[in-house]
């Protein structure tokens, strides 16, 4: 029973972890001089349209919806 108990915290320590890395890409930086890219991809299930913007200086890239 203890078995089950502390798998499932570590399933939910792996998730909300996994979960905070994800959402990195999608909170923006500040300071940075991202530029629009004409990539743009479209989820085919909501509709909602995602642009992928790129700092040269670093060349990080940011995934931002778009209205």
């Given at each position: 029973?203890i ?32 530029i ?6 479209v ?5 909602e349209?995602t642009?992928?913007?790129h ?7 940011e ?5």
């Amino acid at each position: 029973m203890i078995i089950f108990v502390i798998e499932g915290v570590i399933v939910l320590v792996v998730a909300l972890l996994s979960w905070y890395v994800w959402d990195r890409r999608y909170r923006g930086s500040q300071g940075a001089n991202f530029i629009p890219t004409d990539e743009v991809s479209v989820d085919p299930r909501t509709g909602e349209r995602t642009r992928v913007y790129h700092d040269p200086a670093t060349g990080r890239r940011e995934y931002r919806r778009e209205s």
